[in-house]
């Protein structure tokens, strides 16, 4: 069965720093594109980075310059490496893959971390 799991969250002073992981385990033979979403109370879905299955990058402007999405290939595995973290990033984090299970590939969400500023 394949999975998509997110781990790292917490709690965290403003100014702090987290590492988001996402891993995808099963019989996968790949990962292509993946997004990290987040969603904050009464807030609706906004997307905070994307990366290619090349490696581009891409963010929205309120993380840009704080928070950097990267992949190691050989662990399945995604992260989102957060600096400098403000109260209004209090929210919970998803990751979204296209996961590549031969010959197909589909999309796949994991249930998401709670990371919580605080100031």
């Known amino acids: 069965q394949v999975q998509l799991m997110e781990s790292g969250g917490g709690l965290v002073q403003a100014g702090g720093s987290l590492r988001l992981s996402c891993v995808a385990s099963g019989s996968i033979s790949g990962i292509g594109p993946v997004d990290w979403y987040r969603q904050a109370p009464g807030k609706q879905r906004e997307l905070v980075a994307a990366?290619?299955?090349?490696?581009?990058?891409n963010y929205a402007d309120s993380v840009k310059g704080r928070f950097t999405i990267s992949r190691d290939n050989a662990k399945n595995t995604v992260y989102l490496q957060m600096n400098s973290l403000k109260p209004e990033d209090t929210a919970i984090y998803y990751c979204?893959?296209?996961?590549?299970?031969?010959?197909?590939?589909?999309?796949?969400w994991g249930q998401g971390t709670q990371v919580t500023v605080s100031s």
């Open positions: 990366l290619t299955s090349s490696g581009s990058t």
């Open positions: 979204n893959a296209i996961i590549k299970i031969e010959p197909r590939q589909y999309s796949y």
